[in-house]
């Protein structure tokens, strides 16, 4: 613990050193799509045809305007005035910056009520089945999704990030903000982790004790799987691995991420006319997560997240339990990493094809 501590504090410094350099990154970029939308509109507004008493408007020098210039711009069209808001760097900034906080904090929040939960169930056997862990999971998403969606829009999921960055419909999702999201995603995950092993080291050094587990043998799987995932499910088969091989796990996390991602998008949908108020979406998306853990778990403890796993598994590799977290028993780390980011966009691709062309 003395020495997993220091690693995991680095590690977690550097992953917001990267955070910060990728705000940086999109934030250049966004000041220079600024700058050419900002002097396309000043000679919109030096090419339009009006006289100075039909508007108020700032002395506007074309290739050097001013934040109160591009905010309060006015291009007159020929019958009225339409107001055409250019967002300037700072306001980008501050956009972006509460997006991607708010994607670590809702991330954080989903770690340490979700993965606490199987934590209390794995080293202190709180809950007597899947279907109870399987609804706190689901609370956990819905809390996450209810506190940070009118800030980032609550995607809390890499996977989601990558559908939505990959719809068409979602053209204002760019690359530039996905690179943030995803970064803000695995650090509130990994902080997560970090919080819940120290909540829970004395009970997870009791377990281990009490199971005759050596941290980093292939049996510590057992006390690790309450941070990453393993196929199958540990709790239910123990170490027999031939129930289920790598390309099966696979399958399963793309399916049921699709699964997921589908749901997602018919309950937000805005054309939807079986959920018209979207109060509902966030326990609705939580109540899907429940039913897809239920069914799912007992092949991959139903990840769905790419973030989820990795942060908290993460976390085990820098506390001890070495190539057990990291790349797992037959190397299969990268399935609850690959499954799902394959999954989503399919999901979203099924549904946009099969449903939401169709009520437009």
């Not at 999971?137 to 996977?159: D, E, F, K, R």
Request: with cysteine.
């Amino acid at each position: 613990m003395k020495i997993a501590w220091p690693i995991s504090i680095s590690c977690f410094a550097f992953i917001e050193f990267c955070m910060s350099k990728s705000l940086t990154f999109v934030l250049g970029h966004q000041a220079l799509d600024n700058h050419s939308e900002g002097k396309q509109a000043v000679r919109l507004f030096d090419k339009s045809n009006i006289k100075h008493n039909d508007v108020k408007y700032s002395k506007i020098i074309i290739g050097k305007y001013s934040k109160k210039a591009c905010n309060s711009m006015l291009i007159t069209g020929g019958e009225g005035v339409q107001n055409n808001r250019i967002g300037s760097v700072d306001d980008k900034l501050s956009e972006l910056k509460r997006a991607m906080v708010a994607e670590y904090i809702g991330t954080l929040v989903l770690i340490v009520l979700g993965c606490g939960g199987t934590c209390s169930a794995v080293y202190a056997g709180s809950f007597s089945g899947l279907w109870q862990v399987a609804s706190l999971w689901g609370l956990a998403v819905t809390i996450a999704v209810y506190c940070t969606a009118s800030v980032s829009g609550a995607h809390l999921n890499p996977a989601v990030s990558l559908a939505t960055v990959l719809s068409s419909r979602h053209s204002e999702f760019s690359w530039r903000h996905f690179g943030g999201y995803v970064l803000a995603q695995l650090s509130g995950a990994f902080t997560g982790g970090l919080i819940n092993l120290a909540v829970f080291w004395d009970l997870i050094k009791k377990f281990e004790a009490d199971q005759k587990i050596v941290r980093g043998s292939p049996e510590s799987v057992l006390s690790a799987m309450a941070f990453g995932e393993y196929f199958p499910n540990p709790a239910m088969f123990g170490l027999n691995y031939s129930l289920i091989s790598p390309l099966k796990a696979l399958a399963v996390e793309f399916l049921a991420t699709s699964l997921l991602m589908f749901s997602i998008k018919g309950i937000t949908d805005s054309k939807s006319k079986a959920l018209v108020r979207k109060d509902l979406a966030p326990l609705l998306i939580g109540f899907t997560v429940s039913i897809l853990i239920g069914i799912f778990a007992p092949f991959t403890q139903a990840g769905m997240n790419p973030a989820r796993d990795f942060g908290p598994r993460l976390v085990t590799f820098l506390s001890g339990w070495g190539s057990a977290a990291i790349p797992g028993p037959r190397s299969g780390f990268w399935v609850y990493i690959i499954g799902p980011l394959l999954g989503a966009p399919f999901g979203s691709l099924l549904y946009d094809v099969v449903i939401g062309d169709k009520i437009r």
